[in-house]
């Protein structure tokens, strides 16, 4: 058995109080990665900016 079938059978006999303690518990996780890789971005975009921020930049992009 895979994982997800090991947790998809202990959720059958689990409480439902326990079923929704790990709904939550997955659900935090899910949104805590997205964070994750949102905050990833940042310091990129500072080491970036001094690149994006000058005229030979704004100079390429103005034909589009």
Do not use: G
């Amino acid at each position: 058995m895979n994982t997800k079938e090991l947790l998809y059978a202990e959720i059958e006999i689990a409480p439902e109080i326990v079923v929704q303690e790990v709904y939550d518990f997955l659900t935090y996780l899910k949104h805590k990665e997205k964070k994750s890789k949102r905050l990833d971005l940042f310091p990129a975009e500072s080491a970036l900016r001094k690149d994006w921020l000058s005229p030979e930049e704004d100079e390429a992009w103005r034909a589009l």
